[in-house]
């Protein structure tokens, strides 16, 4: 098994940053690939980013290139995403997810991930 858990989450402006932090912890030699989705009331979870753990392979989606960055610490277990010029529109409930394959073009399917965390919301205000 494996817990996810993250944190960083809160209220900014149109136009500022906030790092999000996902911690991972149990049987995570088996991760191969995190990936960070985002759910907004009334909307399907989209994925946002996604990194091959130990490795510097990483994919967004259209909508966050540019603004935002997925990173990680993995001898700590720790993946990050860099939220920049943020819009009104970021604003969701942001989840991690593991998968124990290499995502590859399928990250953005929610069905690759075994794990997920419980999220933590990000607010844009205009």
């Known amino acids: 098994q494996v817990q996810l858990v993250e944190s960083g989450g809160g209220s900014v402006q149109a136009g500022g940053s906030l790092r999000l932090s996902c911690a991972a912890s149990?049987?995570?030699?088996?991760?191969?690939?995190m990936g960070w989705f985002r759910q907004a009331p009334g909307k399907e979870r989209e994925g946002v980013a996604a990194?091959?753990?130990?490795?510097?392979?990483?994919v967004y989606a259209d909508s966050v290139k540019g603004r935002f960055t997925i990173s990680q610490d993995w001898p700590k277990n720790t993946v990050y995403l860099q939220m920049n010029s943020l819009k009104p529109e970021d604003t969701a409930m942001y989840y991690c997810?593991?998968?124990?394959?290499?995502?590859?073009?399928?990250?953005?399917?929610?069905?690759?991930?075994?794990?997920w965390g419980q999220g933590t919301q990000v607010t844009v205000s205009s």
């Open positions: 990194i091959a753990t130990g490795g510097s392979s990483t």
């Open positions: 149990g049987y995570t030699y088996s991760i191969s690939c």
């Open positions: 997810a593991a998968a124990t394959g290499w995502c590859g073009r399928t990250w953005p399917d929610k069905s690759v991930y075994s794990y």
